[in-house]
């Protein structure tokens, strides 16, 4: 295969056949490594080939910023470093299909099973796309859009590419990077090495990888997978009638940007066994954990359990070691400026736990999670199916079987 040469952990579980990679880690394997994701464990997700980019062409990578502006500019990462603020954020990128499997169990859809681990979370490095716009001064009003191009080297369709609306892209407080480092080393092949978008908040899709080229433009981005990937069509649209379809795809209603709320359940894993021996009946206690997140930057304002299949819920407690970063302000050769102190925002996964008396465990079904952000956001109890298998949302559940 193309990739051959491309160093991967073997933690990472293969989800397709041997060409593009797309992989997760078991959640728990996931769960276990902690809020920031080791750089081997970090979900892929590649379209086509991996680019191979020796030091000598990372050195001369060159990104174009072009289209409706005023001045034209092309800018070597060096330039880069030497024309702006370098920051560091730690941000949860999150694919849209995450969680698909659960649909594909249900209806096949378009795309292949995700587990829950198709999340990561990694510090990044690089320079805010709103420092970059105001340098090359988008045209107004004629300029609309923020296209972005990667360099996947085999896609059928042309290049990967994307675009972001021109005020949401132009808002330094969206945090959206133009990045070269991750968890303070060089990005690696699978993760757009050497220059990629990182796009908090929003489905991973948006975050272009092998950065060439970004256009200000009238239009959205032209790109195939700008059109036919990362839609979310109604769900009265089965798997083939969609495929067959295309204006539905070219309806701008059903593009997904910002992720919706999701939380999922790691501690118990499913499938995981849990000896109870008599004694543990009488006080024991069993901690549930899991994580959650939510979209646009808002944060995740409540994660709730039940054991009684969605009768009654209790309120679990929730950590967000996010914010530890807040009070630290860094200014360091390799990371910049974490620069988190004056944000609001929410752009990383958190944690929650519940204990509950082994007692209670043995005698319910099933756990779920459902949790609420700051716009009251709930999810749902009912799957919402849709042919590409995107965003699933619905109350994450782990069965318990009873073995004696
Ligand atoms: N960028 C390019 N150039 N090519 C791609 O195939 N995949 C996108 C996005 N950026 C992709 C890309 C998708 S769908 C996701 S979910 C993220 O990259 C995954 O980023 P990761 O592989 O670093 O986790």
Same mark, same amino acid.
């Given at each position: 295969t193309p990739d051959k040469w491309v160093k991967r952990d073997p933690r990472l579980v293969r989800?397709?056949?041997?060409?593009? /990679?797309?992989?997760?880690?078991r959640l728990d394997t996931l769960f276990a490594a902690g809020f920031l994701t080791p750089t081997s464990l970090f979900y892929v997700r590649n379209h086509g080939a991996v680019p191979k980019v020796n030091a000598d062409r990372a050195r001369n990578w060159k990104l174009r910023v072009h289209g409706l502006v005023q001045r034209e500019a092309t800018f070597s990462i060096a330039d880069l470093k030497r024309m702006f603020p370098v920051v560091t954020l730690p941000i949860t990128?999150?694919?849209?299909?995450?969680?698909?499997?659960?649909?594909?169990?249900?209806?096949?859809?378009?795309? =292949?099973?995700?587990?829950?681990?198709?999340?990561?979370?990694?510090? =990044?490095?690089?320079?805010?796309?709103a420092d970059v716009l105001e340098y090359v001064k988008p045209q107004r009003p004629s300029s609309k859009h923020v296209v =972005?191009?990667?360099?996947?080297?085999?896609?059928?369709?042309?290049?990967?590419?994307?675009?972001?609306?021109?005020?949401?892209?132009?808002?330094?407080?969206?945090?959206m990077l133009i990045a070269w480092k991750m968890n303070g080393l060089d990005l690696e092949p699978d993760h757009g090495f050497p220059l990629r978008m990182v796009i908090p908040?929003?489905?991973?899709?948006?975050?272009?990888?092998w950065l060439t080229r970004i256009e200000i433009s009238e239009v959205e981005?032209?790109?195939?997978?700008? /059109?036919?990937?990362?839609?979310?069509?109604?769900?009265?649209?089965?798997?083939? #009638?969609?495929?067959?379809?295309?204006?539905?795809?070219?309806?701008?209603?059903?593009?997904?940007?910002?992720?919706?709320?999701?939380?999922?359940?790691?501690?118990?894993?499913?499938?995981?066994?849990l000896p109870v021996h008599p004694e543990d009946l009488v006080e024991s206690?069993?901690?549930?954990?899991?994580y959650a997140y939510a979209g646009g930057g808002r944060r995740v304002t409540r994660t709730e359990i039940s054991l009684d299949e969605g009768n009654s819920w209790a309120l679990a407690d929730i950590v967000y070691p996010e914010?530890?970063?807040?009070?630290?302000?860094?200014?360091d050769p390799v990371y910049g400026s974490l620069d988190l102190t004056e944000r609001d925002t929410s752009f990383c996964w958190c944690f929650w736990s519940f204990n509950v008396s082994v007692e209670e465990l043995t005698k319910c079904?099933?756990?779920?999670?459902?949790?609420?952000?700051?716009? #009251?956001?709930?999810? #749902?109890?009912?799957?919402?199916?849709?042919a590409t298998g995107m965003m699933n949302n619905w109350w994450f559940r782990v069965a318990i079987h009873h073995e004696r």
């Open positions: 989800l397709t056949g041997k060409h593009p /990679f797309n992989s997760e880690a990128l999150v694919c849209a299909g995450n969680r698909r499997k659960e649909q594909n169990m249900v209806q096949k859809s378009l795309g =292949f099973n995700w587990g829950a681990a198709g999340l990561s979370t990694a510090l =990044f490095t690089g320079v805010y796309l =972005f191009e990667g360099a996947d080297a085999d896609l059928p369709n042309g290049p990967y590419g994307t675009s972001q609306k021109l005020p949401v892209a132009a808002n330094r407080e969206k945090g908040g929003q489905i991973g899709g948006r975050s272009v990888k981005s032209q790109h195939y997978l700008h /059109f036919n990937d990362n839609k979310m069509l109604p769900t009265q649209l089965g798997a083939q #009638q969609a495929r067959g379809e295309p204006h539905w795809w070219h309806d701008p209603k059903y593009i997904i940007n910002d992720l919706n709320v999701n939380s999922a359940i790691a501690e118990p894993n499913h499938g995981e066994v206690q069993y901690q549930i954990k899991g914010d530890l970063y807040r009070s630290v302000v860094v200014e079904n099933a756990i779920m999670v459902r949790a609420t952000d700051e716009s #009251q956001a709930l999810q #749902q109890r009912d799957m919402y199916w849709n």
